[in-house]
């Protein structure tokens, strides 16, 4: 059923994919702002293992019932391997830097990922990047660089950290790009699994036995973001990548909301004038892209 037969009382994939994917960006916040509140008292370390084990543990009946055979079979092992080191890396450098910096400011920063990954589509992939696109990736440096302009209220190197995560993230999604064929339930699996060894390694270093209720929180850490990545997943199937992805813009609000509730915290201005050009400049991608895909076939496209 398209969006325009849909009857007063049976709403369209599209639109409940439109729903669900906000839903999902409202998870990763609300997951953003408790891994932020509880690696004020437990290292990051810590919060990664006790995540990632409860994560696997929900995971674990789609692995049942997609049995062993994708996971053995996973093709190009060695790409799946730097993507797990991203992806890893990403979520570590995230923990890190929300200890020391606003949630809406290591927001911003993140959501220059889109930005990053465009640039180094061309080089790393292949895909043809034509004069408007190159023009909204300079346009998108220039937010960040606008984001990270200092004061002397700011941690130089959390704010190292942030750019070092987001662009292992970056590197994420471009590797994940390459992983088509995989499964989700398998990339997810070796994800979990990626965070939960460096957990392990890395928790003894600065070990704080949680309280009971720190401990459900903690637990309910790898239950929230489970369940924002299955609703992406669900969002992408029911709706258009070109009109779900940018909904991801919807993190800086709700970042700015929980992080003045739960911390006290604001951005500072330039943070968000940096975030409007990066939303401006990822929006002008989006549509770039989606355009390009509409117009294939028609001649060369710039």
Known sequence: MNEAAATP??????????????????????????????????????????????????????????????????????????????STAEVFCFYWAVCFLPLADVMTYWLAAPIYVAALSPFLLGEKVGRIRWAAIALGFIGVLVALTPSGQVNPLAILFAIIGTLAFALMII???????????????????????????????????PTLPDFLLLGALGVVAMLAHICVNR???????????????????????????????????????????????GFVIYWRENRVKSLAGMGEIS
């Not at 995989?182 to 957990?199: K, N, R, S, Y």
């Not at 009109?243 to 201005?269: E, H, K, S």
Request: charged share 10%.
């Open 235 to 281: 969002a992408v199937k029911l709706a258009d990548a070109s009109t779900v992805a940018p909904l991801q813009y919807t993190l800086l609000p709700w970042a700015i909301i929980l992080g003045w509730l739960f911390f006290d915290d604001l951005p500072r201005p330039l943070t968000l004038i940096g975030a409007a050009i990066i939303i401006a400049s």
């Open 175 to 209: 590797t994940g790009r390459s992983l088509r064929g995989t499964p989700d339930t398998t990339l997810v699996l070796f994800q979990i699994l990626g965070a939960l060894l460096a957990g392990i390694v890395l928790a003894p270093f600065g070990w704080v036995t």
């Open 9 to 86: 009382t049976t709403m369209s994939p599209t639109r409940l994919g439109v729903l669900i994917m906000l839903l999902a960006m409202f998870l990763f916040s609300l997951n953003d702002a408790m891994g932020k509140w509880l690696v004020t008292t437990y290292s990051v370390g810590q919060v990664l293992m006790l995540r990632s084990g409860v994560a696997l543990v929900i995971l674990l009946p789609f692995l049942w019932r997609a049995g062993l055979r994708p996971i053995l079979s996973a093709d190009r092992p060695w790409l799946q391997f730097a993507r797990v080191v991203f």
